[in-house]
């Protein structure tokens, strides 16, 4: 707030018969024998001022009467003057030397004002120049708080604040003031580490809370210095995250998820989240340096969407999010499609993030693939590609209901992940299943298209007995289906448990002699990989036929202690016939596969 030592207002009314009295209030305090001679209008409201100690200070106001020398001039407009009518006061007060307090609410304003009206040293020494210049430069760029106050007041102003140099100055004075403050909390943290959290959390939480309230281009230039002096990038994190909640908290739910909505907000607001949106995404931290948020990340997604932003903002959230796709939830992929007509999700946008991670799997591969130690980064990434394709599964069962997806979409889900990215493919299977249940008009060719992406050797035994039943199917999937599970059930109880299968992989990764060095080595690491799957795989079965094993013999005591030995004899004699030509292989056919049948089907069902 302004001190000033008298309350009296320069500010005169537009009616002249009120004016001299009003004027003479303030003049006779120094002029007691001297009348207003000077009328100087400022945005349409007008001052009764005296020559003598405006010339003394104002070269623009002493050129001004030196241009009208021909002709008495009793009357002046200053157009655009910086800060308006008030500002011209506390000028016009300065002027007259009376007193009163250069604050960070007014300095900017001030020292726009002074060079508007040219108070500079030519024409009185410690003019209005050279006074709120040592304010600014001794006293706002020492504090945190009244250099983001002097941000605030520019805003306002015009381009010439620019010019004078007034904002690059607490810019920088911003971000070395959070600099220091991060060096006091790292010492702080080697003094006591007890107390360090505390002070460090304080510190942070105050300088983000003031910066939230600049203007987006301002905050652009606070951030981008930050970066350049050394501020903490998690720090710069924390401060977008916390700018972003506050600036865009106008963008609804319920704005999202019905678009037809009309919007509240007039065209200009409109303008603003799409460059603060903008803004926001391009003062990111670079992915090594930080670990920004994917909550954060598929927020600012949302809003990008939502107030179209560039294309280039939304292809680098999509690629930001892409590099760390394996810790992302279900719900953060379901971002609501806001075209008219289109499925209730955006299927195109997680479409294209699932494109950018497999495409930088494959580079950190082909980055790999000059030395022969990087299995372990291999293993990373397949892990992480895993990961993904359970996800993806997951996804494409919770869009498959959707009855305006269309199988187009749906279809380039799941041909997107290759064959490799799934251990099993009961989630597969099962967002195909919601799919064909969701949809009945598809043509049998169009059900023939979609189910040649099961692979039946990839199903679980309770999935496997499902699809057996299942009626939505095509008779050529069920027939496959039962194929490979009684071809399954023959390599199980015949003690192979897929040797064949194994031993075929084995032979076939030997290299060729006509390939190069480099080629036999991705096809090795291929190979290496599809051997991984098998056995992953093949534990999965062995765990299976372990509880069924478990099953069968709790069900053999149970009937043992019965002394039901008539049951016990006659499942005994139907046990030697033999569906299999091989050792043994009947011996157990019977009762797994009822078994299966009326228990298994029915808990997985999802009819």
């Known amino acids: 707030m302004v001190s000033f030592s008298d309350n009296t207002s320069l500010s005169c009314p537009n009616n002249p018969s009120q004016a001299p009295k009003f004027a003479n209030t303030f003049t006779t305090r120094i002029f007691s024998d001297v009348a207003g001679d000077i009328t100087i209008t400022v945005d349409g409201e007008s001052f009764l001022l005296h020559k003598f100690p405006l010339v003394s200070r104002s070269g623009k106001i002493r050129k001004m009467f030196a241009d009208g020398k021909d002709y008495n001039v009793s009357k002046l407009e200053l157009v655009n003057f910086p800060g308006g ?8 007060k300065f002027c007259y030397g009376m007193n009163f307090e250069i604050t960070a609410a007014n300095a900017a304003l001030l020292r726009c004002a002074a060079e508007y009206l040219e108070m500079s040293e030519d024409y009185r020494e410690e003019n209005l120049i050279a006074r709120t210049e040592v304010y600014l430069n001794d006293v706002v760029v020492q504090s945190l708080e009244k250099c983001v106050e002097v941000l605030c007041t520019c805003e306002n102003l015009p381009p010439i604040v620019e010019e004078l140099g007034i904002i690059n100055t ?9 600099c220091k403050e991060q060096l006091v909390s790292g010492l702080s943290t080697l003094d006591c580490n007890g107390e360090s959290t505390e002070l460090k959390t304080g510190s942070l939480e105050w300088w983000i809370e003031d910066l939230s309230v600049l203007r987006i281009d301002y905050y652009h230039k606070v951030i981008t210095s930050m970066a350049r002096i050394g501020v903490r990038p998690d720090s710069i994190v924390e401060s977008l995250m916390h700018y972003a909640q506050i600036s865009l ?3 609804g739910k319920c704005q999202i998820w019905n678009p037809a909505r009309p919007n509240s907000n007039s065209g200009t607001t409109e303008n603003e989240q799409k460059t603060i949106v903008e803004a926001l995404v391009n003062l990111l931290p670079t992915l090594k340096s930080s670990n920004v ?6 927020g600012m997604l949302r809003m990008a969407i939502m107030v179209e932003a560039t294309v280039a903002c939304r292809l680098e959230l999509e690629r930001r999010i892409a590099f760390r796709l394996e810790m992302a939830s279900l719900d953060d992929l379901l971002i609501p499609s806001l075209r008219a007509g289109d499925s209730l999700f955006d299927i195109d946008t997680v479409h294209r993030i699932l494109v950018n991670f497999l495409q930088q ?5 082909n980055e790999d693939s000059g030395g022969y130690e990087s299995d372990g980064l291999a293993s990373l990434g397949h892990g992480s590609l895993l990961k993904v394709g359970r996800l993806i599964d997951s996804y494409l069962a919770e869009i498959a209901p959707d009855p305006y997806l269309s199988l187009q979409k749906f279809i380039a889900m799941i041909e997107t992940l290759p064959d490799y990215a799934r251990v099993i493919d009961d989630g597969l299977y099962r967002a195909i299943d919601i799919y064909l249940k969701a949809h009945p008009m598809l043509s049998d060719h169009e059900c023939k298209k979609l189910c040649k992406f099961i692979d039946c050797q990839k199903l679980s035994q309770e999935a496997t007995n499902h699809a057996a039943q299942n009626e939505r199917l095509p008779v050529q999937m069920a027939i496959k289906v039962l194929y490979f599970e009684q071809l399954r059930l023959k390599n199980a109880l015949c003690g192979s448990n897929g040797d064949g299968f194994l031993s075929q992989k084995i032979s076939s990764s030997v290299p060729s002699a006509a390939m190069s060095p480099r080629d036999n080595y991705a096809s090795l690491r291929r190979e290496n990989r599809e051997l991984k799957l098998e056995i992953s795989r093949m534990r999965v079965r062995l765990s299976e036929l372990e509880k069924e094993q478990v099953v069968m013999k709790r069900g053999m005591k149970e009937k043992s202690g019965n002394g039901k030995t008539f049951f016990t004899s006659l499942s005994k004699g139907i046990g030697r016939i033999g569906i299999f030509s091989g050792p043994g292989g009947g011996k157990r056919r019977k009762p797994r596969r009822s078994e299966g049948k009326s228990g298994r089907s029915r808990r997985y069902s999802v009819s």
């Not at 607490?170 to 959070?178: F, K, L, P, Y």
């Not at 948020?293 to 598929?298: G, I, M, N, Y």
């Open 361 to 365: 799997i494959e580079d950190e591969e």
């Open 293 to 298: 948020p994917l909550s954060f990340l598929f």
């Open 249 to 251: 908290k106008s963008i």
């Open 85 to 92: 009518p008030h500002t011209f006061e506390l000028a016009m």
């Open 170 to 178: 607490c810019v920088e004075a911003i971000a070395m003031n959070a």
